[in-house]
């Protein structure tokens, strides 16, 4: 142990806190250990076991779809969640839920590693685009929207293409990976939009360099520089956040075009999607109450007759 503990010192390094043996690869900010790479492999899968045995996430024979972007945060999950599903015989059924938002030169080669995923950890793997869903992939839609507003159309559409894969899939339950770093940020966003109440992450893209979430990103990456705990103290502020009795929240029903959950007469992809079809891109953006009164009549007025041009959301058959 001293032969180890000099050699360390001389090379300029510290041993792992845990297994005193190996030299620190990383100084984790939620203990401020240092800690070595196979240590932290063991840790890490450790307490996400415990957080899901101890939070009683899933019961055995559900079945899990694990949300499948090909990025860094998903593919760890997928590895972790059938690691510890054989490990600790949890007993689900687990698949790859990929959603082909159509965005050439990113998605298409995302896919591959979804693909490759399917292989190496032997789950079974299904793709739903936003051409099947829609009639539009993402880059069609950023023809007609321009840049500015299209990770609106992006990010509902990719939200209720999950929903529409997992009963697709016939699951259970929904599984996305997000870093210390995704959830900081929608805490942030919330409270900078005065929007406590929302628990929606939105997850950037290609099309979306310039966008609100970009710049609360930048800030809180100057804050972690200033003090490494500062995200994780950003996510324990925001569990801590409590939506006042006396706030009224909007009551759950059903689209009376597609049939998807919403809490309006018709869910938000439907207006996006009407006013694409159309030829009126932003008709779902607006926010005026003179474009809004416009658009209610214009439905009210199409309501009942059938448009051959326009594709209804998620018109998959189940």
């Known amino acids: 142990m001293e032969v180890a503990e000099s050699k360390s010192k001389?090379?300029?390094?510290?041993?792992?806190?845990?297994?005193?043996?190996?030299?620190?690869?990383?100084?984790?900010?939620?203990?401020?250990?240092?800690?070595?790479?196979?240590?932290?492999?063991?840790?890490?899968?450790?307490?996400?076991?415990?957080?899901?045995?101890?939070?009683?996430?899933?019961?055995?024979?559900?079945?899990?779809?694990?949300?499948?972007?090909?990025?860094?945060?998903?593919t760890v999950l997928a590895f972790v969640l059938s690691e510890l599903n054989r490990r600790h015989n949890y007993g689900l059924d687990l698949f790859l839920l990929s959603i082909d938002e159509g965005i050439s030169g990113y998605r298409d080669d995302s896919l591959q590693t979804?693909?490759?995923?399917?292989?190496?950890y032997g789950l079974p793997l299904k793709i739903?685009?936003?051409?099947?869903?829609?009639?539009?992939?993402?880059?069609?839609?950023v023809k007609v929207i321009g840049l500015k507003n299209n990770?609106?159309?992006?990010?509902?559409?990719?939200?209720?293409a999950l929903d529409r894969g997992a009963s697709l899939l016939k699951v259970d339950k929904i599984a996305t990976g997000h870093n210390a770093d995704d959830i900081a940020e929608t805490v942030l966003l919330n409270i900078l939009r005065g929007d406590i109440a929302s628990a929606v992450i939105a997850i950037a893209g290609i099309y979306s360099p310039n966008a609100y979430r970009g710049f609360a990103r930048e800030f809180i990456k100057d804050l972690e520089r200033l003090r490494p705990r500062a995200i994780l103290d950003?996510?324990?502020?925001?569990?801590?956040?409590?939506?006042?009795?006396?706030?009224?929240?909007?009551?759950?029903?059903?689209c009376e075009r597609c049939g998807y959950i919403s809490s309006q007469k018709w869910c938000k992809a439907c207006v996006l999607l009407e006013g694409l079809n159309r030829g009126l891109p932003k008709m779902g953006i607006v926010r005026s109450r003179g474009q809004n009164n416009e658009r209610t009549k214009d439905m009210k007025q199409n309501k009942g007759t059938k448009n051959i041009e326009s594709k209804q959301c998620g018109t998959l058959d189940f």
Request: aromatic share 8%.
């Open 151 to 160: 990770c609106t159309f992006c990010g509902v559409f990719r939200r209720q």
């Open 234 to 254: 950003i996510i324990k502020s925001g569990e801590n956040f409590r939506i006042s009795t006396s706030t009224k929240m909007p009551e759950q029903g059903t």
């Open 114 to 120: 979804v693909k490759r995923n399917e292989i190496q």
């Open 10 to 74: 001389k090379a300029g390094g510290r041993l792992c806190s845990t297994c005193n043996q190996r030299k620190a690869a990383l100084k984790r900010p939620k203990t401020l250990e240092q800690i070595c790479r196979e240590c932290f492999y063991e840790v890490f899968e450790e307490e996400i076991h415990q957080v899901i045995v101890g939070n009683q996430l899933f019961k055995a024979g559900e079945r899990i779809a694990i949300g499948a972007s090909g990025g860094k945060d998903s």
């Open 128 to 141: 739903v685009s936003y051409k099947d869903l829609y009639g539009w992939t993402m880059d069609e839609i």
